[in-house]
């Protein structure tokens, strides 16, 4: 008998161990108001939002949450509507998936819990689990389960919960992904997109902060874009799914909660454009990404120095835009590359080579590129931050240009 209440009084312990993990489980994922925090928004502007407050006081350069401004303007009056980055990458996916029934998603965590940034909230109910389709942890086997869903006829977008963990599926994407147009002799087309989470974020530590442009960009057959706002994370989003080429969709961790105001009705971006993000005559700045931000911090004090930067984000990273990117170096002569990626053999060191090869006689000055340094992400914020171009970098890097 006591060997019977034993046990019972065990049983009713685990019972309401699992009752307490579920609540903390429930609680962790509630939205909670966050008081006195605001949005940056992409031209700079603040405006109030909700949800998870930042677990750190001191902010890296650019960050997302910033103090209120009570000055901040309303943006109400003007038309379109506004969403953060993330919101902006749902909104063009659930357009796709309702005007194309063939458009599904994969990925861990993709369906009723919403994506690991929540960029699929909702579509589990909505489109239900056969094209929302929850993945074991196998990044191997869910991304080769996309590309021979592709051949079949049907358009995926594979996520990576976080692009570092897909390096466990590089051979279904390099043997794979890239080359079976190339190897069937044109009898398969692979329109997947693969996105997902990547960049240095807030101390996510080296094997979370992978930067994979630079393992992609050697695959033929690939494409690669990278978002940077709210209209370029929609409308890459919507080329990429539309396009019959594999494409590789690079999102940054710390721009998901970035707000801009888009337009109501449909649009699509050319997944091969650069955008000129502010015109000048002194220096060429190419960039993409998190960098966009901060070169803009930079341009700002350049401008209170004197000097006239062309700032462009390149968002095509495979091809490069190299219209937009030549029409720019022979106006202005000189050169700035900023990147996140490894300085060894990154996206700048492809687009410095581009650049040598098609505009050489152009040039008054050596190319200058900014990257990150080769060394695994530390986990220490202050640490972090050195490993990374800093906005007082690059405004040194154009002032020693343009002597």
Request: charged content about 20%.
């Given at each position: 008998m006591a060997a019977v209440l034993q046990a019972a009084a065990l049983l009713m312990g685990s019972q309401?161990?699992?009752?307490?993990?579920?609540?903390?489980?429930?609680?962790?994922?509630?939205?909670?108001?966050r008081e006195g925090f605001f949005i940056v928004r992409t031209d700079g502007r603040l405006s109030a939002t909700s949800g998870v407050m930042p677990r750190r006081a001191k902010l890296?350069?650019?960050?997302?949450?910033?103090?209120?401004?009570?000055?901040?303007?309303?943006?109400?009056?003007?038309?379109?509507?506004?969403?953060?980055?993330?919101?902006?990458?749902?909104?063009?996916?659930?357009?796709?998936?309702?005007?194309?029934?063939?458009?599904?998603?994969?990925?861990?965590?993709?369906?009723?819990?919403?994506?690991?940034?929540?960029?699929?909230?909702?579509?589990?109910?909505?489109?239900?689990?056969?094209?929302?389709?929850?993945t074991?942890?196998?990044?191997?086997?869910?991304?080769?389960?996309?590309?021979?869903?592709?051949?079949?006829?049907?358009?995926?977008?594979?996520?990576?919960?976080?692009?570092?963990?897909?390096?466990?599926?590089?051979?279904?994407?390099?043997?794979?992904c890239g080359m079976l147009h190339y190897t069937s002799g044109g009898q398969f087309t692979i329109?997947?997109?693969?996105?997902?989470?990547?960049?240095?974020g807030r101390q996510l530590g080296a094997e979370h902060s992978q930067r994979l442009e630079s393992?992609?960009?050697?695959?033929?057959?690939?494409?690669?874009?990278?978002?940077?706002?709210?209209?370029?994370?929609?409308?890459l989003m919507k080329a990429a799914i539309r396009s019959e080429n594999p494409v590789v969709l690079f999102e940054h961790v710390l721009l998901y909660n970035l707000k801009e105001r888009i337009p109501d009705e449909d649009y699509v971006l050319c997944l091969e454009e650069a955008e000129m993000v502010r015109p000048g005559e002194h220096v060429t700045i190419l960039t993409y990404s998190r960098m966009r931000y901060h070169v803009?911090?930079?341009?700002?004090?350049?401008?209170?120095?004197?000097?006239?930067?062309?700032?462009?984000?390149?968002?095509?990273?495979?091809p490069f835009d190299?219209?937009?990117?030549?029409?720019?170096?022979?106006?202005?002569?000189?050169?700035?590359?900023?990147?996140?990626?490894?300085?060894?053999?990154?996206?700048g060191a492809s687009l410095r080579s581009a650049i040598i090869d098609?505009?050489?006689d152009y040039l008054d000055a050596p190319i200058m590129c900014l990257s990150s340094q080769d060394v695994p992400t530390p986990y220490a914020g202050t640490l972090e931050e050195w490993t990374v171009v800093q906005p007082a970098q690059i405004v040194a890097a154009v002032e020693q240009l343009c002597k």
């Open positions: 309401t161990d699992i009752k307490k993990f579920r609540l903390r489980s429930a609680l962790r994922s509630a939205p909670v108001r890296i350069p650019n960050a997302v949450a910033v103090k209120a401004d009570t000055t901040a303007s309303s943006a109400a009056s003007k038309p379109g509507h506004e969403l953060l980055l993330f919101e902006a990458l749902r909104e063009g996916l659930e357009e796709e998936m309702e005007r194309d029934p063939r458009v599904c998603v994969m990925g861990e965590d993709v369906g009723h819990y919403g994506g690991s940034y929540k960029v699929t909230k909702g579509f589990a109910t909505k489109f239900g689990d056969l094209r929302v389709l929850d074991p942890i196998a990044e191997n086997s869910f991304t080769g389960m996309g590309i021979g869903a592709a051949m079949t006829g049907l358009r995926p977008v594979i996520e990576g919960m976080n692009m570092g963990f897909l390096l466990l599926a590089f051979n279904q994407i390099s043997n794979n329109p997947v997109v693969i996105r997902g989470p990547g960049g240095v393992y992609f960009q050697s695959i033929p057959g690939l494409q690669m874009v990278a978002c940077s706002t709210p209209y370029n994370a929609k409308g803009m911090q930079a341009a700002k004090t350049l401008i209170n120095k004197g000097y006239d930067p062309e700032v462009i984000d390149i968002r095509s990273l495979k190299l219209y937009t990117i030549g029409n720019s170096i022979k106006k202005t002569h000189r050169v700035l590359i900023v990147e996140e990626c490894m300085r060894t053999g990154g996206i098609n505009f050489w």
